[in-house]
């Protein structure tokens, strides 16, 4: 079990960075499977990148703009050069058994969100 709340969503401008943290109420180990998950506007949500036993995966949409990250009690998500496409509620979360990846069905802890909203 773990408890998580996300912090650093912002608006920006396209080609801008961002980087979201997420914070957890305990240690998360690097066993553990941790990701960031997003949902835009009138979309289903996606996942977006996960990190299981240090390796990390992503989304194609996001593959060499974005990069994450576990750390003790943290799970970050640094953004560069973000496009309009990119805009959504960023959700983190974790599991403590299977690892779903970018499918969200395993994780049994989520964060509440934080906006991201990316502008021309």
């Known amino acids: 079990h773990a408890q998580l709340r996300e912090s650093g969503g912002d608006s920006v401008q396209a080609g801008g960075s961002l980087r979201l943290s997420c914070s957890a109420s305990g240690y998360l180990y690097s066993a553990n499977c941790v990701a960031w998950f997003r949902q835009a506007p009138g979309k289903e949500r996606e996942g977006v990148a996960y990190i299981f036993a240090g390796i990390p995966n992503y989304a194609e949409s996001v593959k060499g703009r974005f990069t994450i990250a576990q750390f003790e009690n943290t799970i970050s998500l640094q953004m560069h050069n973000l496009k309009p496409e990119d805009t959504g509620t960023y959700f983190c979360?974790?599991?403590?058994?299977?690892?779903?990846?970018?499918?969200?069905?395993?994780?049994?802890?989520w964060g509440r969100g934080t906006q991201v909203t990316v502008s021309l």
């Open positions: 979360a974790s599991s403590r058994s299977l690892c779903s990846g970018l499918d969200g069905r395993t994780y049994t802890a």
